[in-house]
């Protein structure tokens, strides 16, 4: 027993994590509706030991779903994130297209709406630790550009190693063994749209985001400036004491969190806790932030959601 679910943008590196993710906290349901696009459409995909066929995303593909999981791209969760709601179903949707409308969440007619996931970014710089101002700078990976965008790393790699020319079809610039500045578009102000997306009306954000070749966990070094003075120690017992957060901050060892630590699981990770020398009166902290992008980034947060709304 269970809501039924649908699934929007199945054959994606999220919605992929969305499978893992309700398979491994056994989110209920009764039913799944695998969609894709038309090119996916009729391929098969074995969950939980049952067999579907993934549908072509159409608007009737949302009758009778109680929860639709939507991973595939702001123009998609704009062309069908209203025709689901008007159908009764609440809509958790992962891309940016609802983020910034004062509208969302909202409760449509009937039982249908509409709940915003927010960026993976700021998920993972949220978890840490509320504040007045914050200055990431961002290590993004691979993932966050989706499925293809990993294979085409792991190709790059190969490629280079052998010492043949990088195949560029996703960011049309070397990847592996280099960084670059986050692909997406730069507005007017000089800042990019990933970078605009970690604004706040609460918290006041200067941004840099880059995009680094690594799989599947992005990285953020933030640093925090607090309205009251608060010490480091306070700002570590405050983390240890956070659900959903593991402090890694060992300074003997030079240990603290790593992408790779990270990936695949549910915590994020939080180190270099220290406090900011360049502020008088502790009122500055800086942080070093690690979280999987896909999973407590994108999926497990959207199924969180889910769950609270069940
Ligand atoms: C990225 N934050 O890593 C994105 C995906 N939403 O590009």
Redesign the pocket.
Same mark, same amino acid.
């Given at each position: 027993d269970g809501p039924s679910l649908a699934i929007v943008g199945v054959t994606g590196a999220v919605g992929q994590e969305f499978l893992g993710v309700i398979s491994d906290r056994d989110f209920p349901y009764r039913s799944i509706r695998m969609l894709a696009s038309k090119r996916s459409a009729g391929r098969r995909l074995t969950f939980e030991g049952n067999e579907y066929v993934i549908e072509e995303l159409k608007e009737e593909s949302f009758d009778g779903v109680d929860v639709a999981l939507f991973s595939a791209g702001g123009s998609i969760s704009k062309a069908f994130g209203p025709a689901a709601v008007a159908r009764g179903c609440v809509v958790v949707d992962n891309s940016?297209a609802f983020r910034m409308d004062p509208e969302v969440p909202l409760v449509g007619s009937g039982k249908g709406g509409l709940i915003a996931n927010p +960026?993976?970014?700021t998920i993972i710089c949220l978890m840490a630790a509320t504040l007045s101002t914050a200055k990431p700078s961002t290590y993004?990976?691979a993932?966050?550009?989706g499925a293809a965008a990993m294979e085409e790393l792991e190709l790059q790699t190969r490629e280079v190693l052998d010492g043949r020319p990088p195949t560029c079809n996703i960011f049309k610039q070397q990847y592996a063994f280099n960084l670059f500045s =986050? +692909?997406?578009p730069v507005q007017p102000n000089g800042y990019n749209e990933?970078e605009m997306?970690l604004n706040d009306e609460e918290v006041k954000v200067t941004a840099t985001c880059i995009?680094v070749p690594v799989m599947r966990a =992005?990285a953020e070094s933030v640093n925090l400036q607090f309205e009251k003075p608060l010490d480091e120690d306070t700002a570590r017992e405050i983390l240890r004491g956070a659900p959903g957060v593991v402090v890694i901050d060992d300074r003997a060892s030079n240990h603290f969190p790593t992408p790779l630590e990270v990936s695949n699981k549910d915590d994020v990770a939080v180190g270099r806790v220290r406090q900011d020398i360049s502020q008088e009166g502790n009122h500055g902290l800086d942080i070093f932030v690690c979280g999987d992008?896909i999973r407590k980034?994108?999926a497990l947060n959207a199924i969180q959601i889910a769950e609270r709304l069940l």
């Open positions: 940016s +960026n993976c970014s993004q990976a993932s966050g550009a =986050h +692909n997406a990933e997306k995009r =992005h992008q980034g994108a």
